[in-house]
């Protein structure tokens, strides 16, 4: 889920994800298959394969998962037919989603992630109606560490190419142009800076944040968004909600 604030919900996210892993590993051995197929299967010539390795290793995925999802992608071993769709929505309070979906067949996955729009009173949006107002970008979470200054972190991630970084209660968060993040990935590692590589990613940010103050629309919302990224088929769900850490907090329990 992407929104404000992340890393109140990067927290709770991840009290949630060890229960789940199975269905983890599955969502990262697509995108692999998918991104192997574009790029080839050598990581050290598809920046972007690399980049889903370590978050593979991040979430201690079996190396014997991850060698199948790339030769799946490779053409080495016989892999479904899966076809990318986005699916766009709004929740309560008019914050505006977007679903990213792998599926091998589209007709169930479009049939079921309408239900869940449904069970939330919502529909589907037509395309582009919700994903104008996002861009795509990198985004790297750092968590704060003893020792990081930001300053210091700064001038790793500018030098390496960033757009920008804010720092936030938690921790901080770099983005950059799509084709950077791998490097300014690959920047922080020569520096020994750790980041959250399980959450740090290219996706969906959203240029114009809708503002939720009222606890019971935020929960609605993060409802709606655990449904959606409980479904086998979705990999990812942007949304453009914005709420302080308080709200956060308590939107999650």
């Not at 869940?116 to 704060?144: H, Q, Y």
């Not at 210091?152 to 804010?166: F, K, N, T, Y």
Request: hydrophobic share 40%.
């Amino acid at each position: 889920m992407s929104g404000h604030s992340k890393w109140a919900t990067i927290k709770h996210k991840k009290g949630a994800a060890d229960a789940k892993r199975g269905k983890v590993f599955s969502k990262i051995a697509k995108e692999m298959t998918i991104v192997a197929k574009a790029g080839g299967g050598d990581p050290g010539n598809n920046p972007t394969l690399r980049t889903l390795m370590a978050k593979a290793k991040s979430v201690n995925m079996p190396n014997d998962n991850i060698d199948r999802a790339i030769k799946k992608g490779t053409g080495e071993l016989a892999a479904d037919i899966l076809e990318e769709i986005t699916y766009e929505g709004y929740a309560q309070g008019g914050v505006g989603l977007v679903v990213k979906v792998l599926t091998d067949n589209k007709n169930r996955a479009a049939a079921e992630v309408r239900n869940i729009f449904k069970k939330n009173n919502s529909d589907f949006a037509g395309l582009g109606a919700v994903s104008r107002g996002f861009e795509r970008k990198g985004t790297i979470m750092v968590p704060a560490t003893d020792g990081l200054t930001e300053d210091g972190l700064m001038e790793v991630v500018l030098g390496a190419g960033a757009d920008d970084m804010i720092t936030e209660e938690g921790g901080f968060t770099v983005t950059t142009q799509p084709s950077a993040f791998a490097e300014v990935c690959a920047a922080l590692e020569a520096a020994s800076i750790a980041f959250d590589q399980e959450n740090s990613q290219v996706g969906l940010v959203a240029v114009q944040l809708v503002p939720v103050s009222d606890l019971s629309v935020a929960k609605a919302v993060n409802k709606f968004v655990s449904m959606l990224e409980d479904h086998d088929d979705v990999q990812d769900v942007y949304t453009n909600m914005s709420v302080d850490d308080a709200i956060a907090e308590q939107a999650h329990e």
